[in-house]
């Protein structure tokens, strides 16, 4: 079984509509973290969190919103979606005593149109 | 300026070649380095971290050049497997555990 798991995988919803991107991952890693990637534009950092009630912006963050339900959980929601929110979300995590490896769940693909 | 800059491709280079990648950071701050390998539609996994003594991972090869902000890979003797892209990952000091990413660099395997 994956380590890290992203659902769902693909969705495709509406300009207006609220969505939630969910992550779950069984690597007991305090780390976890939401990027989104764009053609040409690489990844970029959305949201991250080091503990249940530690969340910290990222470079993008307007627009969505996290929730770290548990330390093995991290959602992303977009409250409003718009279609230049339409990408590929990864879900990350590490361990601080493992370096600065990542790990990355498999993506959401996300088309808003 | 890009903080993490990257050739995006495609390189198309013939299995059985050498084929090498550089990638310029900004940041004269970063101080840890690593090359992420990405397949189609797939996540990124790290490949290899890149230590200042440069270091050897079978047929990959990463370098470290502090003073010109650059580092580099080396992929000897090319599989058809070795397609992918091939990211840039750098992370800057005091910027907590965040990396910044390259664009990525496209690299083709020809049979």
């Known amino acids: 079984d994956a380590d890290v798991t992203q659902t769902p995988r693909n969705r495709i919803t509406k300009t207006g509509k609220r969505i939630m991107l969910e992550c779950s991952q069984t690597k007991g890693h305090d780390r976890m973290y939401w990027y989104r990637q764009d053609p040409g534009l690489g990844l970029r950092l959305i949201y991250y969190?080091?503990?249940?009630?530690?969340?910290n912006k990222g470079e993008i963050s307007d627009g969505y919103s996290v929730s770290r339900q548990a330390q093995a959980k991290f959602s992303l929601s977009l409250e409003s979606a718009i279609p230049n929110q339409t990408a590929l979300y990864f879900c990350?995590?590490?361990?601080?005593?493992?370096?600065?490896?990542?790990?990355f769940g498999p993506g959401t693909r996300l088309t808003v149109t | 300026r890009k903080e993490v800059e990257q050739d995006p491709g495609p390189f198309n280079v013939p299995e059985g070649a050498t084929v090498a990648f550089n990638c310029t950071y900004s940041n004269s701050a970063s101080q840890s380095f690593f090359w992420y390998r990405q397949d189609c539609r797939k996540e990124p996994k790290l490949l290899m971290s890149?230590?200042?003594s440069g270091n050897e991972d079978g047929r990959f090869t990463a370098q470290l050049n502090r003073a010109s902000q650059y580092i580099s890979l080396l992929i000897r003797d090319s599989k058809l497997s070795d397609s992918a892209t091939y990211l840039c990952v750098v992370n800057v000091l005091h910027q907590d555990e965040k990396l910044t990413f390259g664009t990525g660099t496209r690299l083709t395997i020809i049979p």
């Open positions: 990350a995590t590490s361990d601080p005593r493992g370096g600065y490896e990542q790990y």
């Open positions: 969190s080091f503990d249940v009630k530690d969340i």
């Open positions: 890149v230590y200042s």
